[in-house]
């Protein structure tokens, strides 16, 4: 892994920032603009980057490119100055929830059945895939546990373990490491291996809701939603069934009912 002491590691929370331009450089269309430090996430291990601005000038996306980490632009800031930066903190929130909650699911999946994520993804949904294969009502248990620990609002720890403390850790990694290890550890839900950005503790995620649950190649992938996003999905929801519920002059989570009558009819 990388070495893992940019600022968006030592401060997650942090909103808005000061820093040095090192470069500017035009390529194509865009600005290439590198800080010598900086809060903006780059797109990585399934985490959509950061956006937002520096000086006013717009982000659209945030690279790491051997060291460096490279904001794209469509106009320049000029290099060898001091700039202000400004994060969408709702985006990066958003993510920080996201990335939280599918760490406990995958951990509670790994501990239950033994499967492993094999694959995942953040963007209007998370989608998450499986080495192994469960039905809804199994995911449903999942999604209970997952949000009992969410409400137990336990710290999330990071950590740097030692070569030697590692070999002795029982951690998720989908991939063999070196150099230095960042761990993410849940209480009674996961220890993993990530480079992502989390919240501080379990109760900051608020929810999470398992969506679809489908067999794909030798496993299964899931959708689901965490924090502000799932609140949003299940009050659309709820929209839904008490429009449907007026239509059919019936009590709200009683409609299907109603509509199992008017298809007998």
């Not at 942090?14 to 035009?26: I, M, S, Y």
Request: glycine share 8%; hydrophobic share 30%; charged share 25%.
């Amino acid at each position: 892994m990388e070495e893992m002491n940019e600022l968006f590691y030592r401060e997650p929370y942090t909103k808005e920032f000061d820093a040095h331009v090192t470069a500017c450089r035009k390529a194509d269309a865009h600005y290439e603009i590198v800080l010598d430090d900086t809060a903006f996430y780059p797109e990585g291990g399934g985490q959509p980057c950061d956006t937002g601005t520096i000086n006013g000038v717009s982000i659209y996306d945030v690279k790491r490119n051997g060291s460096e980490i490279v904001h794209y632009s469509e106009q320049p800031v000029e290099q060898g100055t001091s700039v202000h930066c400004v994060l969408d903190w709702q985006k990066r929130f958003d993510h920080m929830q996201a990335h939280s909650g599918e760490h406990l699911v995958s951990g509670l999946i790994h501990q239950k059945y033994g499967f492993e994520n094999v694959g995942f993804h953040m963007g209007e949904m998370i989608q998450v895939d499986f080495n192994g294969s469960l039905g809804f009502d199994q995911m449903r248990e999942i999604e209970n546990q997952t949000n009992e620990i969410i409400w137990k609002n336990e710290p999330i720890q990071i950590t740097y373990p030692t070569k030697e403390e590692l070999a002795q850790l029982d951690y998720r990694s989908k991939k063999e490491l070196t150099g230095r290890v960042r761990i993410v550890t849940i209480p009674d839900g996961d220890v993993c291996a990530c480079c992502g950005t989390h919240t501080a503790t379990t109760g900051e995620i608020g929810m999470v809701r398992i969506l679809t649950c489908e067999k794909h190649k030798n496993g299964i992938r899931v959708q689901m939603l965490a924090g502000r996003t799932a609140l949003l999905y299940d009050q659309k929801v709820f929209d839904q069934d008490h429009a449907i519920s007026g239509l059919l002059s019936a009590k709200m989570l009683e409609t299907s009912e109603s509509v199992k009558g008017l298809q007998q009819q």
